[in-house]
């Protein structure tokens, strides 16, 4: 069994949750309530991972990190190394690549939350953050928890961005889908086998228990109002 | 007359091409009615007055404090203005406890004082025995009561109520309003009560606003506003079922009365002397409880208008019959279920109406 794979594996996937957290609740609000005529845009951007080939996503992905374009360039400057074949480039592409799976299930459940119980709070001279906190969040926690662990178990199962962005690196970037397919290149048929039973195992119980704890999100794509 | 305590509005605000809101009024301490019927505006009044809808001229002000002004480029945030609203659902927070919605306007304030306001606010709405309850799990009534005590322990400037009380039985009602009532005599604060009840009307108001259309029709004492009403839509939305187009055909003006001739009819009424010249086009409004029905042709009346009908059919309502009549033109009487059994009413019998000359109101025609 390779053991640094799975825990290389689990900390990716708990950063990725993390920084999809951050960024993706806002990106949830926003798309919730906004009015914006062009709101169709962003959506189509925040879904555009979920049909996309992972090679695609991937190769845009390194291509923006390299050394050539300004972005790459700026975070050399920066840290002294480039962002391709680190943990740090493929935490990046993880986020971008699992953002549909956080951001669907959390702006389908705010778009559910009653708009009166939103003015009702700014009357009772709340801010917007202490109505989120108070209100909103407390009212569709079930959305919330579902786009945490889908992402979670998304981004435990990808390959096509991980093999682009991050290469096979043991300890740094070889996550447990490269280590299987590694391991059935070798046909080393048994270790692939007991890699791939324990993944499938793993997400078979996270998203059961999901589902079981918020039996009313059922629909994760496509969005429902 | 603008007092410390009063509220002030003058703004408009155009919603489409077909709607737009323009009202100017003066709301002092105590309940002042909005009436009117629904897409009148009254909602989108309301929503303007306390933020959310962003008015395109004018000004709000709650005495010396300018909450909007068009000119001033003054917006204050919904959250400074310091309003009670409670919305029509009333919108308690499902997740906490009445408690925990009750404090939730209050979190800034010092435990001890929080917890202070709290029970003298439950005192007065007779909710502390819901305290540690949901929504979900309290009756329609107690509801009401929480979503008042939650606007008014942050001790709002205003208050507004959307229709809060539809949902409930009359006597649950009117102990609210008692409650209600017996805060407002401590805090004289302006209260705007919009409901589509002419009774709620009668029974709370110190003023009414009557909108439709996004214009204020009248404004005054209830009693002078709807007990004679210069204008179909108050007409109707007061209650008078009966409203007829007219011509008048003579003024008796030494009697204070004039005759008038039904459209599409030969039916003529005696009416209050209005503002009309002979041949004048008039429309007359009467209350269906306020016409009387014989078996027999009525001799020795003091009511000025008896005339022939027939009865087109007879529908009951709760503890009230409804009898359409046919009598050249069609009209809506109210009566009791043992009226009816008292003259035999029917479908098809021959009956006479009999209006006094000061049930019949004359009336302005819509401006739509």
């Known amino acids: 069994m390779d053991w640094s794979a799975i825990f290389l594996t689990i900390r990716l996937a708990l950063v990725v949750c993390a920084i999809l957290l951050l960024v993706g609740t806002p990106i949830a609000w926003w798309l919730s309530f906004t009015r914006w005529r062009w709101k169709f845009f962003v959506e189509s951007i925040v879904a555009l991972p979920l049909v996309l080939p992972p090679t695609v996503l991937g190769f845009y992905v390194l291509v923006a990190m390299g050394s050539r374009s300004p972005l790459g360039r700026w975070y050399q400057s920066f840290t002294g190394h480039g962002l391709p074949f680190t943990f740090e480039g493929l935490a990046i592409a993880s986020v971008i690549y699992s953002l549909p799976f956080a951001v669907q299930p959390m702006a389908a459940a705010f778009s559910q939350v009653d708009r009166n119980l939103i003015n009702a709070s700014s009357m009772l001279g709340a801010s917007r953050i202490r109505t989120f906190v108070r209100v909103v969040l407390p009212l569709s926690i079930g959305g919330v928890v579902t786009g945490f662990v889908l992402s979670f178990a998304h981004t435990l199962g990808e390959f096509g961005v991980v093999l682009m962005v991050g290469g096979n690196i043991p300890g740094v970037t070889r996550t447990v889908s490269i280590a299987i397919y590694d391991q059935a290149q070798a046909l080393d048929y048994a270790g692939a086998n007991r890699m791939a039973l324990l993944l499938m195992a793993f997400s078979f119980v996270t998203l059961s228990i999901t589902y079981s704890l918020n039996r009313r999100v059922w629909a994760v794509w496509p969005m429902h109002r | ?368």
Not at chain 2, 243 to 269: N, Y
Not at chain 2, 344 to 354: H, M, T
Request: proline share 5%.
């Open chain 2, 1 to 368: 007359m603008a007092t410390g305590k009063s509220l002030s509005v003058r703004i408009t605000h155009r919603l489409s091409n077909r709607f737009a809101l323009d009202a100017a009024f003066e709301a002092s301490a105590g309940f002042t009615m909005v009436l009117g019927p629904s897409g009148g505006g009254k909602t989108t009044l309301l929503n303007c007055i306390a933020g959310f809808a962003r008015p395109d001229t004018g000004c709000i002000a709650l005495g010396a404090r300018v909450l909007f002004d068009s000119d001033g480029r003054i917006d204050m945030p919904v959250a400074e203005r310091r309003l009670g609203y409670v919305f029509q659902n009333l919108a308690l927070f499902p997740h906490l406890t009445v408690a925990q919605n009750v404090q939730y306007g209050i979190a800034n304030l010092p435990a001890n004082e929080r917890r202070a306001r709290m029970m003298t606010m439950i005192e007065s709405f007779r909710i502390a025995h819901l305290l540690a309850r949901k929504p979900g799990e309290i009756s329609g009534g107690e509801r009401q009561r929480v979503a008042l005590a939650r606007s008014l322990v942050m001790n709002p400037a205003a208050l507004l109520l959307d229709e809060p009380l539809t949902a409930l039985d009359n006597a649950t009602k009117s102990k609210i309003l008692d409650d209600l009532r017996a805060w407002n005599t401590a805090h004289e604060i302006p209260i705007l009560y919009v409901t589509h009840s002419p009774e709620e009307t009668f029974a709370l108001g110190e003023r009414v606003v009557v909108l439709e259309g996004g214009r204020i029709l009248a404004q005054g004492m209830p009693q002078h506003v709807l007990t004679t009403p210069r204008h179909e839509t108050i007409a109707q939305v007061v209650g008078f079922e009966n409203v007829f187009d007219a011509t008048v055909r003579s003024i008796a003006e030494t009697q204070g009365t004039m005759l008038c001739h039904l459209d599409g009819s030969a039916t003529q009424l005696e009416v209050p002397l209005g503002h009309a010249e002979p041949g004048a086009r008039v429309r007359i409004a009467i209350r269906a409880g306020d016409i009387i029905i014989a078996s027999d042709q009525p001799h020795n009346l003091s009511a000025r208008n008896s005339f022939q009908g027939r009865v087109l059919s007879i529908r009951r309502e709760g503890v009230r019959a409804v009898v359409m009549i046919q009598a050249g033109a069609e009209f809506e009487v109210h009566l009791t279920p043992a009226a009816i059994d008292a003259l035999r009413l029917e479908a098809g019998k021959q009956i006479w109406l009999v209006i006094k000359t000061y049930s019949c109101n004359l009336v302005e025609p819509s401006s739509r």
